[in-house]
């Protein structure tokens, strides 16, 4: 997220100088450079950010609007180099855009398509490492963590799990033997399903475990397990031909040149 908002910053810089009516809120300026609520919400969505991420967004902006005042008064904006650098980058952001355009609609996979792939690439879906499905709590404070671990290993409805999610940080997610932490590897492959483990320390804080699930190497897993990996696979595979296609009709289009030493 932070690299995104500092390249969102650089490449809106300039247009923070170009005049334009814009009676919105102004959050920052430095000299002849403003930074307004309009601004802003060109790059960061108002649903996509938290308070912290608007915070650092805000001073990331001045820290660069001082960089390129600065630059500027070194006459870098006559640099040819750059002006060549920064051609490269608008010219890949433009082909990026339209390829986004022409194949996010261009390709559909049916539950049938991932059925099928399933089904005809059994090999692909068997486990290399011994697995588990779990829900993994982490906290800072060793008293929320017993309460974590305390609440688990009562019984869970519906309404009690949404609510031990929405207070505590947890990720819900599939982890496999030799990938994790010693601590919480030993912890996690030495016990049942069902289990709860935890609170264990680490030197990022407490960690408490429930494990929902456990898996043996050579098993194979389930379409419901692998049905995200194939969709995601399935789009790849299809938008690599949809623009091959792409670039086949736009040849046969253009009066189309490259010099015979190089073909």
């Not at 809120?25 to 919400?41: I, P």
């Not at 017993?146 to 869970?156: C, D, G, V």
């Not at 409805?157 to 030993?186: H, P, S």
């Not at 407490?206 to 995200?228: C, F, M, P, Q, R």
Request: glycine share 6%.
């Amino acid at each position: 997220m932070k690299n995104a908002l500092t390249i969102g910053v650089c490449c809106f810089l300039a247009s923070c100088s170009v005049r334009e009516k814009d009676n919105s809120v102004v959050l920052a300026r430095v000299n002849d450079q403003v930074l307004t609520v309009k601004k802003l919400e060109k790059i960061l969505h108002p649903e996509n950010r938290t308070s912290e991420q608007l915070k650092n967004f805000i001073h990331n902006w001045v820290d660069n609007a001082l960089y390129f005042d600065a630059a500027l008064r070194d006459g870098l904006l006559k640099d040819g180099r750059l002006s060549g650098e920064r051609d490269r980058y608008y010219k890949k952001i433009v082909i990026g855009s339209y390829l986004q355009t022409k194949t996010s609609n261009g390709v559909v996979i049916s539950n049938s398509d991932i059925r099928k792939y399933y089904d005809e690439n059994p090999l692909g879906f068997i486990r290399q490492n011994d697995e588990a499905y779990v829900y993994h709590f982490f906290t800072n404070k060793h008293l929320d963590a017993r309460s974590i671990r305390s609440r688990l290993l009562k019984k869970q409805t519906v309404d009690t799990t949404d609510e031990l999610f929405d207070t505590y940080r947890v990720e819900q997610k599939t982890v496999m033997r030799g990938f994790l932490l010693r601590e919480l590897d030993i912890a996690i492959f030495k016990n049942n399903k069902g289990a709860v483990v935890g609170p264990i320390r680490t030197a990022g804080g407490y960690h408490v475990i429930k494990i929902i699930n456990k898996y043996t190497k050579g098993s194979k897993a389930g379409l419901e397990d692998v049905y995200d990996k194939i969709y995601q696979r399935l789009l790849k595979q299809r938008q690599v031909v949809l623009v091959a296609n792409l670039l086949d009709s736009l040849k046969k289009q253009s009066n189309l040149f490259i010099n015979s030493n190089y073909q």
